[in-house]
């Protein structure tokens, strides 16, 4: 291959002059600055919840392999709508995401969000709220 024919690309450069360079008002009325923060949405402050003492993320690993049964019923099986609405107290919760059902009753002290947003999804399908 002949190197000959290839050219280097020229580079020209120019300092800017007083008129391309008016950084007097920053950000720019109407600018990208401004229209982006506009357009997209806050999210919702996370609020932080103080666990009780022995309810961390630690202790909720312990429980869960100490081989306890969390289910919470004695055979698995299929449950209706009507069926996991009957089950919404902070002493026996259950929910559904995405089709599946989950008794949340032993994780409620241990949700890092705090009991109350843990039973915003007892006995309803919360598939929204986790998603």
Known sequence: MDS?????????????????NDISVFPL????????????????RRVKVALEPGHSPLDWAKLKNSGADLRGVSSIGKYTLEDIKQHKSDTDAWCAIQGKVYNITAYINFHPGGKKELMRAAGRDATKLFS
Do not use: H, Y
Request: a positive charge.
């Open 4 to 20: 000959s024919n290839f050219a280097a690309p020229s580079i020209k450069f120019s300092l800017p002059t007083e008129e391309d």
């Open 29 to 44: 009325p109407n600018g990208p600055q401004m229209v982006a923060p506009l357009q997209t949405r806050k999210k919702p």
